[in-house]
């Protein structure tokens, strides 16, 4: 074996291939075949989109885990630990099933250079594929059409939504973003759209490939009431007499997308409603609208893009109303700083700005320059460290106010691995 420990196989990956992101399939492809010739032998479901990818796939997971079905999940990026990515029945695969899923990866490329997240979706796919999983869901990372997840032909898809965000790869209109993530559909299999407003470009390549499309909005609907929801589909409805447990009212939004997958493949994966409402009751989701209680409370959320921050401005009164919060705030450097600060920027009372040292990373100068330029003057400080952010932040809350950890991954992921270690804050 190449390496014996995981963070020596991570820390040699973030090497091997020359850019962070190479969008395409024909290296990944190839090296899935090596690995692989017949493929998967399990239901698969494919998720992307601009946000929501994360709550569809943690509620998919908890729905067919209650069913009693054997469930794998990949994910990214990770919060904490790299096995998050990958999980079987529910828990994180170990460190010793990444490290040999890793070695059989490498000896299957031969040579052929392998970006970070690529090699991590075939070991995902490998480990799968040793113990095939009733269901199989997957996660895009990127786009879709050219995303290494696409590598493999899913059972049904779902688009949870589409707007502005990576437009360095995908397109700068919704238009062009839209096909990109319309390439995880294929011919005469079903297809989720999880909004009521697509761009026309995903609609036409639905029906260009004679995808079964299912909208929101259109084919199946949510409403709520004061015990839960009630969700309407084409043939039948069904009542339920709880919220889902992930907050935010746009949850609902999800879990119709969800139960309309879950109808879809009922002939050959059946769910029973108590299983539905028991996951609705139990399916759960760090780092979006993650409330930790105290003094003062902290809200983590990996909202980096307009729509997300828009949709955690808004939900944020429901749990917290007329309550002053205090912003550890980092992004990426192809993230829309300008319109993120203007949707939530009036809802700020001070911000404590933190880099990112990567490739694709904004420094805290950089970020304070934009924030400047808006207008905004309640800047107490840029830091080098999420810890010092975050011990700004609350060192300046009074009782009563709350501190917002919410951009990049790699910042909340940074801070809700500190607030989960006593000791790791001053």
């Known amino acids: 074996m190449r390496f014996q420990n995981l963070d020596e196989w991570l820390d040699w990956q973030s090497t091997l291939h020359p850019a962070e992101i190479e969008l395409g399939l024909e290296r990944v492809s190839v090296v899935w075949r090596r690995l692989h010739p017949t493929g ?16 569809n796939a943690a509620m998919l997971e908890t729905i067919y885990l209650q069913a009693g079905y054997r469930v794998g999940l990949y994910t990214s990026p990770h919060l904490i630990r790299y096995n998050e990515r990958i999980r079987t029945n529910g828990a994180e695969v170990s460190d010793a099933a990444l490290c040999a899923a890793f070695e059989n990866v490498d000896q299957a490329r031969n040579g052929i250079s392998l970006t970070y997240f690529e090699f991590g979706t075939l070991a995902a796919l490998d480990i799968f594929a040793a113990d095939p999983p009733d269901l199989i ?3 895009v990372g990127l786009g879709g059409r050219l995303d290494a997840v696409n590598i493999i032909d899913p059972d049904l898809a779902i688009i949870t939504t589409v707007d502005l965000d990576h437009t ?16 995880i559909m294929r011919a005469g299999r079903p ?16 029906a260009d490939l004679g995808a079964q499309c299912f909208q929101f909005g259109r084919d199946f609907r949510i ?36 139960l309309m997958a879950v109808e879809c493949l009922s002939d050959c994966l059946p769910v029973r409603q108590a299983a539905i409402e ?22 983590l959320d990996v909202a980096h893009n307009p729509q997300a921050v828009m949709a955690l401005r ?5 749990y917290l109303d007329e309550i002053r919060l205090h912003a550890v705030f980092g992004l990426l450097s192809d993230k829309d700083v300008e319109s993120i600060i203007d949707i939530i920027g009036p809802s700020i009372e001070s911000w404590h700005l933190v880099g990112i040292e990567s490739e694709r990373g904004q420094s805290a100068a950089q970020l304070q320059a934009c924030l400047e330029a808006a207008g905004i003057e309640r800047i107490i400080g840029s830091y080098d460290s999420v810890a010092k952010a975050l011990n700004s932040a609350r060192s300046t809350a009074e009782p009563g106010d709350a501190v917002l950890v919410f ?6 992921g940074e801070a809700l691995g500190m607030l989960e270690k006593p000791g790791q804050l001053s």
Do not use: C, Y
């Open 40 to 55: 998967l032998t399990s239901k698969v479901i494919t998720i992307a989109g601009t946000n929501g990818k994360g709550s």
């Open 137 to 139: 869901i997957l996660e």
């Open 168 to 183: 360095d790869w995908l397109g700068e209109t919704r238009e062009q973003i839209g096909l990109e993530k319309a390439g």
């Open 191 to 206: 297809v989720i759209l999880g909004a009521p407003s697509m761009p026309g470009t995903v609609l036409q390549q639905a």
């Open 223 to 258: 409403e709520p009431h004061a015990e839960g929801f009630s969700w309407h589909g084409q043939h039948h409805q069904q009542r339920f007499n709880t919220r889902p447990s992930l907050l935010g009212d746009f949850q609902l939004q999800n879990a119709a997308s969800v």
């Open 278 to 299: 028991q996951a609705m009751k139990t399916s759960r989701l760090k780092g979006r609208l993650q409330i930790i209680e105290g003094d003062i409370p902290i809200i």
């Open 314 to 318: 808004d939900n944020l009164p429901e």
């Open 407 to 412: 951009g990049s991954f790699v910042i909340v």
